[in-house]
């Protein structure tokens, strides 16, 4: 289970665009739950993810998987446990190495690089089998850099190697935002597909409503960092596109907009 408990933060302190955040803000992630955020620009989606991944520090607070405190652990040790995937498809993938060079790296994460080859052919069926779960036929191109596939396939590719080493959360950033319509829309089938089929705890922040609506088994609406919006279960599933705009325009028409 994931905890975040009492988390205060605080941006540009002491300057005269200082921002409070947080103010003890308090989340509960059960194992196996596929959480959809959403909410405004500023509402507070990706800094929670930030500070879940250790990417910026926080005042005060607790940040706590399966009853341990990590809130002061390196981003790069919690990334042993932790699989991300970002807006951006060129994020997170060597565009210059091929699909067996990236796979390899990601197969190596959170383990010691020596001057051994990095490289293990003997685990290029074991890549196979994890790409042809996508159903794109990556599996087939591992000798294929990167960079000359499409953003589509490169965040198919990203998704897997993000979850390739046993993790205990995935996190999802608008990772369908840079792409097409129907691009966006297999990538959020396959994601899925993979939270489902490896049992995976999941967390995806996005500003598309009906992939908020439709996907996981919770929403969350974020606003001015606290949370407004918490449907789980049966709720969730009753939730409609509808139900959420209004209130985005509620909350709009209080800022004045």
């Not at 409070?20 to 990706?46: P, Q, R, Y």
């Not at 990417?55 to 981003?75: F, H, Q, R, T, Y």
């Not at 899925?192 to 609506?213: C, F, G, I, P, S």
């Amino acid at each position: 289970m994931l905890e975040l408990k009492d988390i205060s933060k605080v941006y540009n302190p002491g300057t005269v665009t200082e921002m409070c955040l947080f103010d003890k803000f308090n989340l509960k992630v059960d194992d196996g739950e596929f959480v959809a955020i959403v909410g405004s620009n500023g509402s507070g989606k990706t800094s929670m993810l930030n500070i879940i991944c250790g990417s910026i520090p926080i005042e005060g607070g607790e940040v706590l998987i399966g009853g341990k405190n990590i809130a002061k652990m390196k981003d790069y040790q919690r990334y042993r446990t932790i699989g991300r995937v970002y807006q951006d498809p060129s994020v997170g993938t060597c565009p210059n190495l091929t699909m067996l060079e990236n796979m390899s790296l990601a197969d190596h994460k959170g383990g010691i690089f020596g001057l051994s080859r990095g490289i293990n052919k003997a685990r290029e069926n074991y890549y196979k089998e994890q790409l042809s779960i996508l159903g794109l036929g990556l599996e087939d191109k591992m000798h294929v850099k990167l960079g000359s596939l499409s953003g589509g396939q490169r965040q198919a590719a990203a998704l897997i190697m993000s979850t390739l080493t046993p993790i205990e959360f995935l996190i999802l950033d608008e990772h369908t935002a840079a792409l097409d319509p129907k691009t966006a829309e297999t990538i959020m089938m396959l994601t899925d597909k993979v939270v489902r089929e490896k049992k995976l705890t999941a967390m995806m922040v996005t500003h598309n409503l009906r992939y908020a609506a439709e996907y996981g088994t919770r929403l969350i609406m974020m606003d001015k960092g606290g949370i407004v919006l918490d449907k789980t279960g049966e709720d969730k599933k009753c939730v409609r596109v509808e139900d959420i705009l209004e209130i985005f325009t509620e909350i709009s028409i209080e800022c004045g907009n």
